[in-house]
């Protein structure tokens, strides 16, 4: 199974400035996926990012506020632009389960992201 | 759409007792299902898997669990639970009816899980 490395593991930020994480794989995949993770929610997926074109976002969630770069296939960033408190919450990056769809996902450790 | 629904919270169990953290769905075709464990401070490492077959499937740590296709539920079980199961678990749903591009996995609510000693 893939071995996903996040950065930064947490953060305490302060409103209005802007973070950017990173999540490397250990293999060369095809699609990767950022999920927020709020305290007492499921996980809800932002976007998935494919190498070479760009990111698809879910209903909800726009690149002015959540860019995602996917330079190769084995690494990508996702950013959390002039942020609010709102925003604070886990993120986590995935990897896996495509073609088929049978197959499960796998994640990095998650961002932990406090917004003062 | 897909959906699938954690009832419960938490579930609280004494260590060596049996354990169940309920899972039921809701696709358009065949679901594929997964069971996922979140440690503190960690992301979501993968249990087990239904997709086709004996209705029972085994996993990691001597977890498994049942379809069940007429209730829908795909309900995670120990025999003998330990304070080290003591986690968040996430069940997840894939429908095999696609809509659209790729096909999306949705997440219940989770469930945390205290083993007491």
């Known amino acids: 199974s893939a071995v996903i490395s996040q950065k930064p593991s947490r953060d305490i930020c302060q409103r209005g400035t802007s973070l950017t994480i990173q999540c490397q794989v250990d293999s060369q995949v095809t699609m990767m996926f950022w999920y927020r993770q709020q305290p007492g929610q499921s996980l809800t997926l932002i976007a998935t990012?494919?190498?070479?074109?760009?990111?698809?976002?879910e209903s909800g969630f726009v690149i002015d506020k959540f860019p995602i770069s996917r330079p190769n296939l084995t690494f990508s960033t996702l950013t959390v632009s002039n942020m609010s408190p709102e925003d604070s919450s886990i993120y986590l990056c995935s990897v896996g389960a495509g073609g088929a769809g049978n197959q499960p996902q796998h994640f990095g450790d998650g961002t932990r992201l406090s917004i003062l | 759409a897909q959906s699938v629904a954690q009832p419960e919270d938490q579930v609280n169990v004494a260590e060596g007792n049996p354990l169940t953290v309920k899972c039921t769905y809701s696709?358009?075709?065949?679901?594929?299902l997964f069971w996922y464990v979140q440690y503190p401070n960690r992301g979501l490492q993968f249990l087990l898997k239904?997709?086709?077959?004996?209705?029972l499937v085994k996993g990691s740590y001597g977890f498994e669990a049942e379809f069940n296709k007429s209730q829908t539920s795909f309900h995670l079980k120990k025999p003998s639970a330990l304070v080290s199961d003591s986690a968040l678990y996430f069940c997840a749903v894939r429908d095999t009816v696609r809509s659209g591009g790729y096909q999306k996995v949705t997440f219940g609510t989770g469930t945390k899980l205290q083993v007491i000693p």
């Open positions: 990012a494919n190498q070479g074109s760009e990111a698809t976002y």
């Open positions: 239904y997709i086709t077959g004996d209705n």
């Open positions: 696709v358009s075709g065949n679901p594929y």
